[in-house]
């Protein structure tokens, strides 16, 4: 079995260590294409293996056409948005996640950019304090439970939202589980976002639920662009000096919020939040092992197709 590890942000150098040892371990062989520019190297380098593993490489049906012998795809982290899954499932292709492996990171930069919003960008102005606040968390996932459990040790009142998520799992870590996303936005002044972008949740994160959010509001976005409409924030920010958006994914109107905004509106260069080096090993290394597990033991835990 030939693996590919498709990478054109690389993994660091132990992460790609542990990878080589779990793949090899297992009688397999490993082949890596890092720091690749054109799309026509990914296209050539996928025509002989049975495996790939990737972070926020695009594979589309284009790639999975050329890759006559690809069983499984494995994105090393939580999103799979970068992975066309009709291509793969048309085409008997299986593809895997790794949740959970950054859910630590992502929920630490959730905090620090809630820390960064409250105090003012640290402009030197006074702020105010995450003690005794209510957070909302909307979706209560991997990352969401972190998110709970470090915002404790602040002191915060927390509020979780989940359509799919049991009560009893959100009340068992002392949140408050609230019926409604609308309930959540008009219940806490701070929102943590960690919705997928689907069909359903693309562009949900509108206007009217904004609005509904108190005085003093704070939005912090971990998740992914597509689920905030982009152009109703500018509306809702215009309207209301209180609001603040502090996000991990560049919008597509990051010039004119940036231009608009100042002191309200942060956002990173690009997506920053499994990047440390612990989760860098933690997926890689978990989605090696995911590999090794489905072509030895036929295992489909992590199937998202």
Known sequence: MKILLATDKPFAAIAVNGIRKAIESAGMELALLEKYTQKTQLLDAVKDVDAIIIRSD????????????????????????????AAATAHGVCVMNTPGQN???VAELALGM????????FNGTSGSELMGKKLGIHAYGNVGRNVARIAKGFG???????????????EKDGVTVLNSAGELY?????ISLHIPATPETKKSINYELLSKMPKGALLINTARKEVVNEAELVKLMEERADFKYMTDVLPGNHAELAEKFPGRYFSTPQKIGAQTAEANINAGIAAA?????FFLEGDRTFQVN
């Open 114 to 121: 809630m820390v960064y919003g409250v105090r003012n960008l």
């Open 186 to 190: 008009e219940t806490c002044p701070l």
């Open 58 to 85: 695009i594979i589309d049906s284009e790639v999975i056409n050329a890759a006559q012998q690809l069983k499984i795809v494995v994105r090393a982290g939580a999103g799979y948005d970068n992975i066309d899954l």
């Open 156 to 170: 915060m009142s927390l509020y979780a939202y989940d359509a799919y998520c049991p009560a009893e799992t959100i």
């Open 289 to 293: 092992n995911q590999i090794v597990k």
């Open 103 to 105: 859910a630590n990171a």
